[in-house]
């Protein structure tokens, strides 16, 4: 059995409710482990994620802007992300299309939500046409 982290919970708090029962069913239910690592961005989170490239907009343009925020940042378990060995990075950017795509298929199926992916923000199934890749970051279309 899973459960959230402080941290985790702490983001969550700031999220839009209906993160906390798509992510809690996804880590209860479908038994995927994972870490929210951020909910709502202040102004100065924003325009730093800005200035380093992490994100393509500026406060107050992000859907991570909103109180409730409308966007989480999640990685599933473990984070292998600054693994200096191709071939894990490989499996781990496997592991994050395959952890986004249940993330939509449950928020889609069982809460009539739809979520745009980070890595697909065009949602045409092709991780290969994205422009700016942003594979945490998980926000709904309401």
Known sequence: MYYYSKHSKNSLSTAHPLWTEILTYVLEVIEMDHKVLEGYRNQTSQNDAFAR????LKWPQSKHNHLPSLAVDVVPFPILWNDSDKNVKDKYLREMVRFATIVQMVAKFKFGVTVRWGGDWDRDWSI???VFNDYPHLELIL
Not at 53 to 56: D, E, M, N
């Open 53 to 56: 490239g992490a994100s393509t």
């Open 128 to 130: 290969m046409d994205n």
